[in-house]
């Protein structure tokens, strides 16, 4: 039985003086995950926020806190964001002069370990990681900035992800970020997708009615 695609609204693509209101709602429509884009301006050219921002929004949500560290050295932060309320903690294979013991951390906080990739890094950086991971990341997008277009390139590398998962015969999660709309989120659920990352395609006008136009999409295949 095929798995249900799921979609995780990016907080970064929300409007910070209506964040309260707009994860609320996304709850209330059905939404499981909320997307945390952390970034330190070394690891990618953008700045957005910290765990204080984490720790201010996690007694107003139930939501799984899907936290991206796209941040250099991510290791000297893991407790930080795990003590802040961080339910998944995602590192990228980059960052990390050794990124199994990073999700051996992570995982020892208790806590959901996630491992990521950016476009030009091939899946042999993480497929030897599989048994430390709760959760692998396929950019689909160059990491620091919204708003970019889905790398139809990545199709591949999500289909191979998939299959050395399903060989694992773990329980992992295989999540996408970048470019998702109506027309990309069919495409990275056939390759193999379970959560979509989805920041300016939610919100953006009523975030709820997109939310749910876009887990249709997702699951229509």
Do not use: W
């Not at 773990?170 to 470019?179: H, N, S, T």
């Amino acid at each position: 039985m095929k798995k249900r695609v799921r979609i995780a609204p990016s907080l970064l693509s929300a409007d910070f003086s209506e964040i309260g209101r707009q994860t609320e709602t996304l709850e209330k429509a059905g939404c499981e995950y909320l997307h945390l884009d952390v970034m330190d301006g070394i690891f990618v050219p953008n700045i957005s926020f910290g765990q204080v921002v984490v720790r201010s929004l996690r007694p107003c949500s139930k939501l799984i806190f899907d936290t991206h560290l796209m941040i250099t050295d991510p290791e000297r932060y893991i407790k930080a964001f795990a003590d802040a309320g961080a339910d998944i903690i995602t590192v990228h294979a980059e960052a990390c002069p050794d990124p199994a013991g990073v999700l051996r951390g992570i995982r020892a906080l208790g806590k959901k370990a996630g491992i990521s990739l950016k476009p030009a890094t091939p899946t042999s950086a993480v497929i030897p990681l599989l048994e430390y991971a709760d959760l692998v990341l396929v950019m689909t997008v160059e990491p620091g900035f919204g708003g970019q277009k889905f790398m139809a390139d990545m199709l591949p590398k999500i289909r191979e992800l998939r299959e050395a998962i399903d060989l694992s015969e773990r329980e992992i999660i295989l999540e996408c970020d970048g470019g998702i709309d109506i027309l990309t989120a069919p495409r990275a659920a056939e390759a193999g997708a379970d959560l979509l990352v989805a920041g300016s395609s939610v919100f953006r006008g009523d975030e709820a009615a997109n939310f749910l136009l876009l887990t249709a999409a997702a699951n229509a295949g």
